[in-house]
């Protein structure tokens, strides 16, 4: 087994490029889901939440109001590393769980990762490699005022929250820059494919 992680901006294309690898036969874990579980009703990961940001965050029926946390922590970059520092450890384990049902198997694994420099960068997964999808910033604004109706301004701040196109481009092994249509960026996935699989056999050889 390898696992490749998978990054990208807002609008760059990178969860069609884990969907179009999956295609391929890799397993998917994704980061973003792993998120949404480590604040569920009942675990430890929401009582922290609650504890640092109060009950404000809480819908009636005891889940997680995501709006309302987002509110708090889009602008505020304290907030944001408090909730970051609750997520992020839960992330890693169940990151971990999944990650080790593929142990002894011939498996290729991508991590999607959307925050991957925002959370210490590399470093701090266990990946053998790193897929950066890339975008210009205009590029990128365009497809998700066009394509998920958001609001231009929207788009820009949780831009800016992010860490800056270059800092991901920094941390990659391999770089599909999204910028055509989708039979070009199948294309772009296909030989990403095969560098994966080169990988793969490098080490089970």
Known sequence: ????????????????????????????????????EAVEPGGAGLSQVVAR??????NADGSLDRAALARIVFDDAAARRD???????????????????????DAI??????????????????????????SPVELAVERLVRDRRMDEDDVRRRMAAQAPRE???????????????????????????DWMVAMRDRVVE
């Open 1 to 36: 087994m390898i696992s490749i992680a998978l990054t990208g901006g807002i609008g760059s294309g990178k969860s069609t490029v884990g969907r179009l690898l999956s295609e391929h036969g890799a397993e998917r874990i994704d980061a973003d889901e792993l998120a949404r």
């Open 109 to 134: 694994v991508v991590l999607e990762i959307p925050l991957l420099v925002e959370g210490g960068g590399r470093e701090r997964y266990p990946a053998a490699g790193v897929l950066v999808v890339d």
């Open 53 to 58: 940001f109060g009950e404000g965050v809480i």
């Open 167 to 193: 800092a991901r481009l920094r941390q990659a092994d391999y770089i599909i820059l999204n910028v055509g249509t989708l039979d070009e960026l199948r294309l772009m996935v296909d030989r990403a494919w």
């Open 83 to 105: 909730l970051n520092a609750i997520v992020h450890p839960e992330v890693g384990r169940l990151m971990a769980e999944q990650l080790a049902r593929h142990v002894g198997t």
